[in-house]
């Protein structure tokens, strides 16, 4: 199972910080895992310009095939601005309309506000929806006081972090045998 952590920002902690934690509860309990981390501000992305996503090269073609390849997607990202950051919209943007096809895709929040809470509802889903992913419904939303010196301090969110690990592995794991049964109907 190929999963990938996005990163969604080039600017702040807090994003890279949660996505740390939940990259290393990926790597303790499903070691079989193979995780792939992309913080969006150790890449050169570039802006969409309408072209298929393999017709990039650089930091924009790895990007965007390491997501292309991935069975589960978590994309960590802020809210700026009561929005998502514009370097994730791009990374949406580069890919195909169908580029979460047969994907599980989760979401790790982090903003300064309670306010934002439904930003991801509004925002996000629609965007990770319209491209056919399998949403994990239960998203992570983490405010700026349940951290304190890039760690996070908040038991119950580091709860929340485990169990959507947790519901991740399990719908992944399941739509990868669902598939698998799938292609075995056939006889070629």
Do not use: C, W
């Not at 934690?21 to 913080?39: G, R, T, V």
């Not at 950051?85 to 929040?109: C, E, G, H, M, Q």
Request: aromatic fraction near 10%; charged fraction near 25%; avoid cysteine.
């Amino acid at each position: 199972m190929k999963i990938v952590g996005i990163a969604g920002s080039i600017v702040g902690s807090k994003t890279k910080t949660a996505m740390d934690y939940l990259s290393k509860e990926i790597a303790e309990k499903y070691p079989e895992a193979e995780l792939s981390l992309i913080d969006l501000a150790n890449y050169n992305v570039q802006f969409s310009d309408g072209r298929n996503y393999l017709d990039y090269e650089g930091d924009t073609a790895f990007v965007t095939k390491k997501i292309m390849d991935a069975d589960a997607i978590v994309i960590g990202t802020p809210i700026f601005q009561a929005s998502i950051p514009a370097t994730l919209k791009n990374i949406f943007d580069l890919l195909p309309v169908n580029a979460f096809r047969d994907k599980v895709v989760s979401i790790l929040v982090t903003a300064g506000s309670s306010k934002h809470y439904l930003v991801p509802e509004q925002q996000l889903k629609p965007i990770i929806g319209y491209m056919k992913a399998q949403i994990v419904q239960s998203y992570v939303f983490i405010e700026e006081k349940d951290f304190h010196r890039k760690e996070i301090i908040n038991d119950d969110v580091i709860f929340r972090i485990n169990r959507l690990v947790e519901d991740t592995i399990a719908l992944t794991e399941t739509y990868i045998s669902i598939h698998k049964a799938k292609e075995e109907e056939y006889d070629f």
